[in-house]
């Protein structure tokens, strides 16, 4: 079966550009989440849906970021206004409930010129 | 201080060598621990899952957690080329889980 499914892979656009993430869990897949790696780090949570609904968003580090989750499938991750510390990878997640290990893409590469 | 903390690293081995990885972490609230390799360019990828102490193999990985001293280890044994990566320790807590916290990762590279 197809594993999590990021697109774009690469995405370069400008400083106070807006941006659109999106992610395709694996099917049946009820939890998925939003990491951030920046180069050499490791990972840093941004939000955590089960379902449809948002019960942690505690790491948006800013109202700039915003995401949504429809169908209990398609996830898209917004960030308005991009600044350069924005750059980072962006990586998304699924697990069968949210207390399995997660599955993750291969990330999208966003760079703020 | 992190709560979960991890040698960088990097750590270079012979080929066949036996590897010890290492994560210690501050919170006694996790219950899950997993383990995951990340080669350039790629997402994590799982390789153990365990839930509370004990030992757990697959292969020639096997994963050890120890709850009492807050300290989970990986060992890959008969080490190849094919295994030179980073290696990440992850966490989540009981009570649903959800997000789960991960190490910075240790740099590993097998010599042939």
């Known amino acids: 079966g197809a594993g999590v499914s990021q697109s774009p892979s690469n995405k370069v656009t400008e400083k106070g550009k807006d941006v659109e993430l999106r992610c395709d869990p694996i099917s049946g897949h009820t939890a998925l989440y939003w990491y951030r790696q920046s180069l050499g780090q490791g990972l840093e949570f941004l939000i955590y849906f089960q379902g449809n609904s948002a019960p942690d968003k505690s790491g948006l580090p800013s109202d700039r970021f915003s995401a949504e989750r429809t169908g209990g499938s398609v996830s898209t991750l917004t960030i308005q206004r991009t600044q350069q510390e924005d750059s980072a990878v962006y990586l998304c997640?699924?697990?069968?409930?949210?207390?399995?290990?997660?599955?993750f893409g291969d990330g999208t590469r966003l760079s703020i010129l | 201080q992190k709560e979960v903390e991890q040698d960088p690293g990097p750590l270079s081995v012979p080929e066949g060598a036996i590897v010890s990885l290492n994560c210690t972490y501050s919170n006694s609230a996790f219950q899950y621990f997993m383990w995951y390799r990340q080669y350039s360019r790629k997402g994590p990828e799982l390789l153990m899952y365990?839930?509370?102490?004990g030992n757990k193999e697959d292969g020639r990985f096997t994963a050890q957690v120890d709850k009492s001293s807050k300290y989970i280890s990986l060992f890959i044994r008969d080490s190849q080329p094919s295994d030179s990566a980073t290696y990440l320790c992850?966490?989540?807590?009981?009570?649903?889980?959800?997000?789960?916290?991960f190490g910075d990762g240790t740099t590993l590279t097998v010599k042939p």
């Open positions: 997640a699924s697990s069968l409930t949210g207390v399995q290990p997660q599955h």
């Open positions: 992850a966490m989540k807590r009981g009570n649903n889980a959800g997000k789960s916290t």
């Open positions: 365990t839930y509370s102490s």
